[in-house]
């Protein structure tokens, strides 16, 4: 995909669907071993494996759990460095979890290393969605919609943001968002303390 202002995203899926068949084989678990640990379909482990379906942000934490990883671990790697002080990121250096079949990128636009806040572009195509499951971590989230219209349901209040609006909320609230309009959407999503 290529936008002015957006960068070219390889195909992540695929690398995803890769690298999570790769940490299954390690461990030596079966398809249904892994269903088990996880509590997502064999069908959907394996369509996700192939690169042929994208895990919803619930799933992906699931999967992070019983792989002892980090989220961030299903982010692509970054497109090489530029040197610099260690507080600055080139876009280059942007990592991206591209989550296509559910019309989702996510961005991290914070440069590797310890910190309090994380910060994402999260691009969301029309109809695009975190899924239909709430979900629910520690801190707090908060942002801006820089384009398009973000809907955003927190602990079962739905609300729609337009470019310019704003959102802050404990991430400890059950929430979700899609793209309900016809137009891409763009948001500065900000995560204390960082998930990925």
């Not at 669907?17 to 299954?24: A, H, N, S």
């Not at 590797?112 to 999260?122: F, K, P, Y």
């Not at 801190?139 to 809907?151: F, M, S």
Request: proline content about 8%; overall charge neutral; some cysteine.
């Amino acid at each position: 995909m290529h936008d002015e202002g957006f960068p070219d995203v390889a195909p992540s899926g695929a690398l995803l669907g890769k690298r999570m068949r790769g940490m299954r084989r390690a461990r030596r678990w079966t398809l249904q071993e892994m269903s088990a640990l996880s509590g997502l379909s064999v069908g959907m482990l394996s369509q996700i494996e192939r690169g042929l379906s994208s895990p919803s942000i619930r799933s992906l934490q699931k999967l992070a759990e019983i792989f002892a990883v980090p989220i961030g671990w299903f982010f692509s790697e970054s497109q090489g460095s530029t040197p610099g002080p260690a507080w600055i990121q080139r876009r280059a250096q942007c990592r991206v979890l591209n989550l296509s079949a559910r019309g989702i990128i996510k961005e991290l636009l914070a440069p590797d290393g310890e910190g309090a806040v994380e910060l994402m572009r999260i691009t969301i195509e029309p109809g695009g969605s975190s899924g239909e499951a709430p979900y629910l971590h520690v801190g707090e989230d908060a942002g801006t919609v820089i384009q398009g219209v973000l809907e955003l349901e927190v602990d079962g209040v739905a609300s729609l943001l337009q470019a310019g609006d704003s959102f802050r909320f404990p991430s400890s609230r059950p929430h979700r968002f899609g793209n309900p309009g016809p137009l891409r959407c763009m948001v500065i999503w900000a995560v204390t303390p960082p998930l990925y």
